[in-house]
């Protein structure tokens, strides 16, 4: 573990700078993950901001500051600890023997009845849309697989006290939609899910200042909370007008657009009128000459 300060002051205009230039230099490491790089100058101060969480939550745990980039990721928007590293964090704080594991078949499950939740969007009196969880139950056939249910336990140094964990088990998991989620480990590595849950359940119940009340990512991916989201309806009416519909083109190609009609062409100027000549007069006749005329 690397020796940190216990907390900086982010209102000391020399800490907070400080902090920055630090901030910076995790930033551009290609050491650390992607949330916490500036790979472009428009996530450059996302990516400090990040960092800066990051080095406040190792001071305050007394931990690495590369490990808790490492092994904190955000679930739904939520922080999240690697189940490893909060396992190994207990481990490694002095205060407890190494966490184990007590694990017991209780049989098989059997036909388990379970409820989930599906959202749906409704519409508020305000003309706003909202979604709410309806309860749903199904059932889940569990006559073939076995019901493992796993304690986590150790003592303090120097004590002979036993800390234990609220049990975990197959049918807990199942019963708390767990098990049967699209993706779910719970059906692949039954164990491992059970002793990264029993480990978890435990830091949060004897020593929780260790996981500061941040879940696991398997936690958060499990009983992680969806935010319902509010929309407000658009009118179908502009001023007063209905809105014109506009037909999308299936193929998901856009319609073409009209090309701009090209500009007229400048009139041509006016070729300059040629003056013309003058009519010149025509000779005198000699005298003695009559001009003929036309007979009378």
Request: charged fraction near 25%; hydrophobic fraction near 35%; aromatic fraction near 8%.
């Amino acid at each position: 573990m690397a020796v940190v300060p216990a907390a900086f002051n982010l209102l000391d205009p020399q800490q907070f700078a400080t902090m920055q230039r630090v901030c910076k230099v995790y930033a551009s490491s290609d050491m650390v993950p992607d949330i916490y790089r500036a790979t472009s100058p428009e996530n450059e101060i996302k990516a400090i901001g990040n960092c800066m969480i990051a080095i406040e939550i190792a001071m305050r745990t007394n931990a690495s500051v590369l490990m808790v980039m490492q092994n904190l990721v955000p679930i739904h928007g939520k922080p999240s600890w690697s189940s490893k590293f909060l396992i190994a964090s207990v481990n490694a704080c002095g205060r407890f023997d190494q966490l184990q594991y007590k694990m017991e078949n209780l049989g098989k499950i059997g036909v388990v009845e379970y409820t989930v939740y599906d959202k749906v969007w409704e519409t508020s009196s305000t003309g706003k849309k909202y979604q709410k969880n309806v309860a749903k139950t199904e059932r889940f056939d569990g006559t073939n697989v076995d019901n493992i249910q796993c304690i986590a336990y150790t003592s303090q140094k120097g004590k002979t006290d036993v800390l234990e964990s609220s049990p975990v088990s197959i049918l807990m998991a199942v019963k708390e939609g767990w098990y049967t989620k699209n993706g779910s480990k719970w059906q692949t590595m039954p164990i491992k899910m059970l002793k990264y849950r029993a480990a978890s359940f435990w830091t949060n119940e004897h020593a929780p200042e260790i996981s500061m009340g941040i879940r696991t990512i398997e936690e958060q991916e499990d009983m992680g909370e969806v935010q319902d989201a509010e929309c407000e309806v658009i009118s179908t009416k502009l001023n007063g007008a209905p809105l014109k519909k506009v037909d999308i083109p299936t193929d998901g190609k856009q319609d073409e657009q009209p090309k701009p009609a090209e500009p007229a062409a400048p009139p041509k100027p006016a070729e300059p009128v040629k003056p013309q000549e003058p009519v010149k007069p025509a000779p005198a006749q000699p005298d003695g000459e009559a001009e003929e005329g036309p007979g009378y």
